[in-house]
């Protein structure tokens, strides 16, 4: 599992986050991805980079699933606190609580944070 | 039982690599083993044989190498954030046409493959830093 808390830019820990999943996805790894915290901007459309000359890698996002990464998750508070709906991200997820999430974590092998 | 060490925290600003240190000399004490120590992000920086701490101080960098040495640690520099960083080898000085390298003893250069490999292979993967 690899978890996503930070927003998609300002630090470099979401395009590290996507690249693990890429790299274990390349190994055949049975990955999920959870995004919670600030870390659900990083799927939200829309996203504009060319004013900060940083790259906008959220179009990967969409390549995740052609890499056979499917479980992608979202914590459903952190979308609410911050007044989005799965309607304004650029991929499918499951909306899952952070009690949920919970028990998925009881289930993994390894957890990643980035 | 077989760990895998995380170290993404540069040296001396945080503690994060110290505590890594102490941890893993811990487990090897106890008899553990140690597939591999990957370092990330800013824990690159803590392969760069050029540090040169005051003499008063610890130093982290060999002190890795030293207990790499002893224990036959396989000690990992992550290639893109070291790339980022300016931690070096020959290979990679040779490649990019720089006039120096860097690595500290007991360190290699390689990808983000030895990471999800030794995340298969261990049985509790630790990270150090945030």
């Not at chain 1, 179009?59 to 056979?68: H, K, Q």
């Not at chain 1, 999430?101 to 092998?109: G, H, P, R, V």
């Not at chain 2, 044989?49 to 790499?68: F, K, M, V």
Request: charged fraction near 25%.
């Amino acid at each position: 599992m690899c978890i996503n808390r930070r927003a998609p830019y300002g630090t470099i820990y979401a395009l590290e986050g996507l690249e693990v999943v890429l790299m274990g996805a390349a190994f055949e790894q049975d990955i999920s991805v959870v995004y919670l915290d600030d870390g659900v901007y990083q799927l939200k459309k829309g996203q504009d980079t060319t004013d900060s000359s940083i790259k906008n890698f959220s179009p990967t996002y969409r390549a995740l699933a052609s890499y056979g990464v499917e479980k992608l998750y979202v914590e459903t508070e952190s979308m609410e606190d911050r007044g989005l709906s799965e309607h304004d991200l650029i991929v499918p997820v499951k909306m899952i609580s952070g009690a949920e999430l919970t028990e998925l974590m009881e289930q993994q092998d390894v957890i990643l944070n980035y | 039982m077989k760990f895998g060490i995380i170290v993404s925290a540069g040296p001396y600003t945080h503690q994060a690599s110290d505590t890594a240190y102490q941890f893993s000399k811990a487990v090897l004490e106890r008899g553990h083993e140690i597939l591999r120590i990957f370092f990330y992000h800013d824990g690159v920086n803590n392969g760069t044989r050029l540090t040169t701490p005051p003499q008063d101080d610890r130093h982290i960098t060999n002190r890795w190498s030293e207990l790499a040495a002893k224990h036959e640690l396989d000690l990992v520099v992550c290639v893109a954030a070291a790339q980022r960083r300016g931690i070096v080898d020959v290979g990679e000085a040779k490649r990019h046409g720089k006039d120096a390298n860097n690595i500290a003893p007991g360190f290699r250069i390689s990808g983000l493959g030895q990471l999800i490999e030794v995340g298969i292979q261990a049985d509790r993967v630790i990270t150090f830093g945030d």
